[in-house]
Each structure stands twice: as C-alpha cells, then as structure tokens.
C-alpha cells in the first residue's frame, strides 16, 4: 500500500525560481526519504531526514519534517532545467520494513 | 563501491509465456532485495522483497514470484504472463532502515 502522498502531482515552473513539493503520509515512521527518477529511470537517492529531525539541506535541497502533522517538503532552489523529473517521497516504519512510496510529483523546469 | 544490475533492459512476451528477470548486485554482502512495479504516470508498487538467500516476502498477490538462490541475486519470474504485468520493474538494494540503491529497470511490454 501507498503511505506517501505527493502533492501537486505535477508542478511547471520557469529555471531560476524554486519548486516546492509536499508529502504527506499517515503512520509513524523512522524516518522519510526524497528520490529523483529521470523518465525511464531507474530512481536515485537525494536526500534522508530521520523522524527525529526537523529540516535538512544538501546542495540546493532544503527538506523539512513535520511528525505532529505527518508532512514533509521538498524545496528545490535556483531551479535548472535538469531539475525536470519526478520526486518521490518515501517512508520507512519501524524495524526492517521496506520503503513505501507515494505516487510522486512530475517536475518541469522550463529554460 | 556497490553496484546493481539489471537485465534485460526491454522485454517484449506474448500472453501466456514465461518470465524471467534478473537483478544482481556487487559490492556488498547480505543486502536487502525488492523488486518494485511501475505503471506508466504511476508511483512504485513494492511487489517482493528479501532480507536473505530464499527468505521472500511477498506484498501483492499476484502472477508473479521471487526467488533469491544466492546472497546477491534476486530474481523476478512467471509461469504465465498476462496482460497486466506490463511495465517498468525495478530492482534495489539496501541496507536496514536506511536509503535504497536502484538498478536501471526493466521495461516489460506483455501483448
């Protein structure tokens, strides 16, 4: 089943500006992960944020964590057309459970 | 450094035929398999996943099956493929409770 749920599910913007994408998802977790899949893709790792943090940057990513309300966003800054993929959010539950993914947000970055 | 393989890249199969995919991986020992589907737009369905050599759980009831015959395969099979298996089928590995390591994908086409 599905816990994460991406919201939008597709967002244009024009490079330069900044791409923010939600998550939301309904049971406690361990912590919450953000992945990046080119079209035909396998998808690639960007960035983790345990259950106990609250926000967390890499680069030009700047993720954020709310466990009270079970949310989580993803900023993208100074967006460049390579940006343009989807995002996936995913969660990890207690214990060795596998990640469960939301259904992802399609980003277009137009040059 | 690790690495996951996946083959073939595209796959075209009749209804009724068998499938066998194949997902390996180097340069870590006792890793986490699952295998994930993929429907065109969609997010990823964890179909199966191993915590070690022939230990599979199985998450959707479906036509297809896993097996794991050595520490760092994991393969992906059908005795009869239907129409609805069609898509992009991903294999990953990882560590417990932490990120997930994707392969490239298989892309099936079932007709």
């Known amino acids: 089943s599905q816990q994460g749920e991406e919201d939008p599910q597709a967002l244009s913007i024009q490079e330069g500006e900044n791409a923010t994408m939600n998550c939301s998802y309904k049971?406690?977790?361990?912590?919450l992960q953000w992945y990046r899949q080119n079209s035909g893709r396998g998808l690639v790792h960007l960035i983790l944020?345990?259950?106990?943090?609250r926000e967390k940057h890499s680069g030009r990513l700047r993720v954020t964590l709310d466990t009270s309300k079970k949310s989580s966003s993803l900023l993208i800054t100074a967006s460049r057309a390579a940006d343009t993929a989807s995002y996936f959010c995913a969660t990890r539950g207690v214990g060795n459970t596998p990640l469960v993914f939301g259904k992802g947000t399609r980003l277009s970055v137009i040059a | 450094s690790q690495t996951i393989h996946q083959w073939p890249a595209t796959l075209v199969q009749p209804v009724g035929s068998p499938l066998s995919l194949e997902c390996t991986v180097e340069g870590t020992s006792n890793p986490n398999l699952y295998w994930y589907r993929q429907a065109a737009g969609r997010g990823l369905q964890l179909l199966f996943y191993?915590?070690?050599?022939?230990?599979i759980s199985s998450e959707v009831p479906q036509n297809l099956s896993a097996s794991r015959p050595q520490d760092r395969q994991f393969i992906l099979s059908s005795k009869k493929l239907l129409l609805s298996d069609s898509g992009f089928y991903l294999c990953a590995w990882g560590e417990s409770g932490e990120t997930q390591y994707f392969g490239p994908g298989t892309r099936l086409l079932v007709l």
């Open positions: 944020i345990r259950s106990n943090e």
């Open positions: 049971t406690s977790i361990n912590n």
């Open positions: 191993s915590v070690g050599i022939g230990q």
